[in-house]
């Protein structure tokens, strides 16, 4: 999103990038117009447009930006070297840890993909195999290494990220368990997965 320099100007992109995010989350993107965003934020339509070429850019902007902090994080978090088993363990709980923090980003970014132009969708679809690449080597590696037991790293990849994403739906924070005993059965689930249990004493210490 191209922003104005000065601080009034960084204000009003990003009052406008989250109230884009709250009505998409809420609306859907072809039910948000231009105006009611502006009017969310309290500025006439016509500024929006100092900020933003359209609505499709503006959506783009939230995707990319979105998938590109995650990478980002990725990066900075996640170890590169290690037991398969360690790093998968890093994986899954850095994925929940980020994504229940960003409920309505992680919505947007599933359900309005279908709403990108193609060159756009193209583009979000290369960030999001780059961030399946990181699981998908955790995995290989351990497939070679035979710590984990699994036919195809491909499909197990996208159905443990679609599992653990699905999270963010529903979670709440103060409700029957803690993220930390969550974090614990999931981890548990996912090497299941890949045919390597755990045992019960590991399953509550979270790292």
Do not use: C
């Amino acid at each position: 999103m191209a922003r104005r320099s000065g601080s009034s100007g960084e204000k009003t992109a990003i009052a406008l990038h989250d109230a884009a995010v709250r009505l998409f989350a809420r609306h859907g993107f072809a039910a948000v117009s231009m105006r009611q965003i502006a009017a969310e934020i309290g500025v006439q339509v016509g500024a929006l447009y100092l900020y933003t070429a359209d609505k499709q850019a503006l959506l783009n902007d939230i995707l990319s930006g979105h998938m590109e902090h995650l990478l980002l994080t990725a990066g900075e978090t996640l170890p590169v070297s290690g037991s398969p088993a360690a790093r998968l363990e890093a994986f899954v709980r850095f994925h929940i840890r980020y994504h229940v923090l960003r409920p309505e980003k992680v919505f947007i970014s599933y359900m309005e993909l279908r709403n990108l132009t193609e060159d756009n969708f193209a583009a979000i679809e290369v960030l999001r195999r780059r961030y399946e690449d990181l699981l998908e080597d955790i995995l290989k590696a351990g497939k070679a290494g035979r710590d984990f037991h699994i036919t195809d790293t491909r499909l197990t990849t996208l159905a443990m990220i679609a599992m653990l994403t699905g999270i963010s739906t529903w979670y709440k924070s103060g409700g029957r368990m803690t993220q930390e005993e969550i974090e614990a059965h999931y981890l548990e689930m996912v090497n299941n997965m890949v045919g390597r249990p755990l045992a019960a004493e590991l399953l509550a210490s979270p790292s």
